[in-house]
């Protein structure tokens, strides 16, 4: 449970931090004019600092189960601590770019200091092989995606590159099996708590569900 609730957030959120990432220009020329582009280096540095972050999710909640809260007061604490360190020192040499690396450096503190404890007190490390699959399908349509950054400079290219990035994540990796019985279960669990049936859904994608 534990490795199935950290493997569904990264299948969730890595497409999402990888899109923001590769399109932070475009995104922020659409949304907030052409005058905020140039901080596109921020979006990109506090999108990847946030998504490792989010990893650490279960692990933190590992640490209540196992009663250690007093490793989660001190993770935030070092955590605030180093983020105003290197505040201090980074603003006055780089600006707006200086607070995102130190929060972005901050945030991977925390999370690798929840992870390491983690898997310290209970044993278990929260992501396997199988979960660097997806980094494999983000890199490869990252790169692909690349080569038409120049056509997405309006809402509506934007959000259909979105659904084109997302679609295409998601159908290689029912092509290529990437979920198990795990998923399958979770997906069991869904359906019944759905107002509406998902039997048909549940009978299509279940040829593309590992044993």
Not at 48 to 75: A, D, E
Not at 76 to 81: D, G, I, L, N
């Amino acid at each position: 449970l534990f490795k199935s609730g950290t493997n569904l957030i990264l299948f969730l959120s890595l497409p999402i931090a990888a899109f923001l990432a590769l399109f932070s220009k475009q995104f922020l020329s659409i949304f907030f004019g052409t005058d905020y582009v140039g901080g596109y280096i921020v979006l990109v540095i506090i999108c990847l600092s946030y998504f490792i972050f989010g990893l650490s999710n279960t692990s933190n909640i590992m640490l209540y189960i196992k009663n250690k809260t007093k490793f989660v007061l001190f993770n935030s604490f070092v955590a605030v601590v180093l983020n105003v360190i290197l505040n201090i020192i980074l603003i006055p040499k780089y600006g707006l770019v200086g607070a995102a690396i130190a929060t972005g450096i901050s945030v991977l503190v925390r999370g690798i200091l929840i992870i390491s404890e983690s898997w310290y007190f209970s044993k278990i490390f929260p992501l396997s092989l199988r979960s660097f699959v997806p980094f494999i399908v983000v890199a490869v349509l990252s790169l692909i995606s690349w080569y038409f950054m120049d056509y997405i400079k309006s809402f509506w290219m934007l959000l259909l590159a979105s659904i084109i990035f997302g679609g295409v994540y998601l159908i290689t990796l029912l092509l290529i099996r990437y979920f198990g019985k795990e998923e399958m279960e979770l997906l069991n669990f869904v359906e019944h708590k759905l107002p509406f049936s998902t039997k048909k859904l549940h009978k299509i994608l279940k040829p593309f569900f590992r044993n």
